[in-house]
């Protein structure tokens, strides 16, 4: 394997993020195309409202657009994108004044459940809050660190390079967002 | 089975984690901590199963549309750049004309200064020295080295400069 290729490999998105400062606009689509799953699903977690996920989420890309001079392209570009989308998300929950409680029923019907069935769904809404309204709940902290590890699938290094965090902190944040969220799940404490 | 005192919960998860064999041993003659184990490794299953949402359609088309919008980033900073050096140059200007006194001790201390690095560097230098001492020369000096500094100043801004908020 030439030097060349195994530098694709290791970094797929070096060639583009080049071809992109040097003002190549299918390449910066590209890029976008590459991660706007991530980065839009995290959106739609931290905030849960399309319209404000999707509009958060195109500022990231924009921000990473005109910033694309000083990102590291030996660094992940999904997990800067990702930590641009995150401190824009963290900034309008602050300035937002509705508590999170109130988009619930919002978010039952936007983020897709794997309990598909009818059945399935309605002893989930007699017996307990499902999995996503349950995560819906959870602050802001909460709800990032368990869609980044377990939606996502990130490693806890990768999950602190996203929050700005000493990696051996994310262990602790996932089990405490976890409990929490079991808590949630109880029948007979949380009765919906 | 264990007469240990139940551990703190994150301490117990940690530990398990982290392959302690004093939690292992807990968890082995537990009931109420092995069930609570088992809830919440159910609950990971179950979390593993999420996936993300897909973004609208046209999601990438809107994200082209801003880009488009905005001036390239390289012209951005080609005119913050011009705008630096010309609040420069009117400061350079406002010294000079607003306070001669001032520019005259300023361009003394640097015609001294030039002339002492030019003594050291070039030894054989002759006539030119006396030149350097007349007021115009340090102040066309001073002029382009604040010209330098600011065009560094801006190659570094361009560089170095990232906030921890966007390379986070
Ligand atoms: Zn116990």
Same mark, same amino acid.
């Given at each position: 394997?030439?030097?060349?290729?195994?530098?694709?490999?290791?970094?797929?998105?070096?060639?583009?993020?080049?071809?992109?400062?040097?003002?190549?606009?299918?390449?910066?689509?590209?890029?976008?195309?590459? /991660?706007?799953?991530?980065?839009?699903? #995290? &959106? @739609?977690? $931290? *905030?849960?409202?399309?319209?404000? +996920?999707?509009?958060?989420?195109?500022?990231?890309?924009?921000?990473?657009?005109?910033?694309?001079?000083?990102?590291?392209?030996?660094?992940?570009?999904?997990?800067? /994108?990702?930590?641009?989308?995150?401190? #824009? &998300? @963290?900034? $309008? *929950?602050?300035?937002?004044?509705? +508590?999170?409680?109130?988009?619930?029923?919002?978010?039952?019907?936007?983020?897709?459940?794997?309990?598909?069935?009818?059945?399935?769904?309605?002893?989930?809404?007699?017996?307990?809050?499902?999995?996503?309204?349950?995560?819906?709940? $959870?602050?802001?902290?909460?709800?990032?660190?368990?869609?980044?590890?377990?939606?996502?699938?990130?490693?806890?290094?990768?999950?602190?390079?996203?929050?700005?965090?000493?990696?051996?902190?994310?262990?602790?944040?996932?089990?405490?967002?976890?409990?929490?969220?079991?808590?949630?799940?109880?029948?007979?404490?949380?009765?919906? | 089975?264990?007469?240990?005192?139940?551990?703190?919960?994150?301490?117990?998860?940690?530990?398990?984690?982290?392959?302690?064999?004093?939690?292992?041993?807990?968890?082995?003659?537990?009931?109420?901590?092995?069930?609570?184990?088992?809830?919440?490794?159910?609950?990971?299953?179950?979390?593993?199963?999420?996936?993300?949402?897909?973004?609208?359609?046209?999601?990438?088309?809107?994200?082209?549309?801003?880009?488009?919008?905005?001036?390239?980033?390289?012209?951005?900073?080609?005119?913050?750049?011009?705008?630096?050096?010309?609040?420069?140059?009117?400061?350079?200007?406002?010294?000079?004309?607003?306070?001669?006194?001032?520019?005259?001790?300023?361009?003394?201390?640097?015609?001294?200064?030039?002339?002492?690095?030019?003594?050291?560097?070039?030894?054989?230098?002759?006539?030119?020295?006396?030149?350097?001492?007349?007021?115009?020369?340090?102040?066309?000096?001073?002029?382009?080295?604040?010209?330098?500094?600011?065009?560094?100043?801006?190659?570094?801004?361009?560089?170095?400069?990232?906030?921890?908020?966007?390379?986070?």
């Amino acid at each position: 394997m030439s030097v060349a290729e195994d530098a694709t490999t290791s970094h797929p998105w070096k060639p583009d993020v080049l071809a992109a400062r040097k003002g190549d606009p299918k390449a910066f689509a590209a890029l976008v195309r590459a /991660v706007q799953r991530p980065v839009y699903g #995290l &959106c @739609l977690r $931290l *905030l849960a409202n399309e319209a404000e +996920a999707s509009e958060v989420a195109q500022e990231a890309f924009l921000r990473a657009y005109q910033n694309l001079h000083k990102y590291d392209v030996e660094r992940p570009f999904d997990l800067w /994108v990702l930590a641009i989308a995150r401190n #824009l &998300c @963290l900034d $309008l *929950l602050r300035r937002r004044t509705r +508590a999170p409680s109130e988009n619930l029923e919002e978010m039952k019907d936007t983020l897709p459940s794997h309990a598909a069935t009818a059945e399935e769904t309605a002893i989930a809404r007699q017996e307990h809050l499902s999995l996503e309204a349950a995560m819906a709940t $959870l602050s802001a902290d909460d709800r990032e660190v368990l869609a980044l590890y377990y939606v996502q699938k990130r490693t806890t290094k990768e999950i602190a390079q996203v929050l700005g965090v000493a990696p051996g902190t994310i262990m602790a944040r996932l089990f405490r967002a976890r409990e929490k969220l079991r808590q949630k799940m109880q029948p007979q404490e949380n009765p919906s | 089975m264990s007469t240990d005192p139940c551990p703190d919960l994150e301490r117990l998860f940690l530990g398990l984690s982290e392959g302690d064999p004093e939690m292992a041993r807990h968890l082995e003659g537990c009931a109420a901590c092995a069930a609570l184990v088992e809830e919440h490794r159910q609950l990971e299953k179950d979390l593993l199963r999420l996936a993300d949402p897909l973004p609208p359609p046209d999601f990438v088309q809107k994200v082209m549309a801003r880009v488009e919008r905005v001036p390239t980033p390289v012209r951005r900073e080609v005119w913050s750049g011009v705008a630096i050096l010309a609040a420069a140059f009117a400061g350079i200007a406002w010294i000079v004309f607003t306070d001669p006194g001032t520019a005259s001790s300023l361009g003394a201390w640097f015609a001294t200064a030039l002339v002492s690095w030019r003594e050291v560097l070039f030894a054989a230098g002759q006539g030119i020295a006396a030149v350097w001492s007349t007021a115009a020369l340090p102040l066309v000096s001073v002029a382009s080295m604040m010209f330098l500094v600011v065009l560094f100043g801006l190659r570094r801004l361009a560089v170095v400069q990232s906030p921890s908020r966007v390379s986070a």
